[in-house]
């Protein structure tokens, strides 16, 4: 019996066949752990990041009072779909191949999505 983690894989390499990411269409390649979420532009060509965020140095924001706001995963990972928008709009990219990474399509992996769609990307 095969486990989480190596399913996942497998989705994963069967995505992968298909998507393939160049220097004017990168490849949008999501990330998530338990605690925190990643997204990386990606030029399969060369093999090389163009640009990555994540939301481990974004944190809690804290709000008025004393006591810090409670942000959601979800929330956090919109955030980080905007944050790689903004940074692949100042590397001139507009199109992007969105790579859930074997993930299924929903919660922070669609808030990532959505974030940059937000943002300006387009896929």
Not at 20 to 46: M, W
Not at 99 to 116: E, F, Q, S, T
């Amino acid at each position: 019996m095969l486990r989480k983690k190596e399913k996942r894989y497998r989705r994963h390499k069967k995505v992968r066949a298909k998507i393939f990411g160049t220097i004017k269409v990168p490849r949008l390649c999501v990330f998530r752990s338990n605690k925190h979420i990643y997204a990386q532009l990606i030029n399969d060509e060369k093999g090389e990041t163009l640009a990555a965020a994540s939301d481990e140095k974004m944190g809690k924001v804290k709000s008025s009072a004393k006591k810090p706001a409670k942000t959601t995963k979800v929330a956090l990972a919109y955030e980080v779909g905007k944050l790689i928008a903004e940074k692949a709009l100042k590397n001139k990219t507009e199109k992007v191949i969105f790579d859930r990474g074997g993930w299924k399509y929903h919660g922070r992996i669609k808030a990532v999505a959505d974030g940059a769609r937000e943002g300006g990307l387009k896929f």
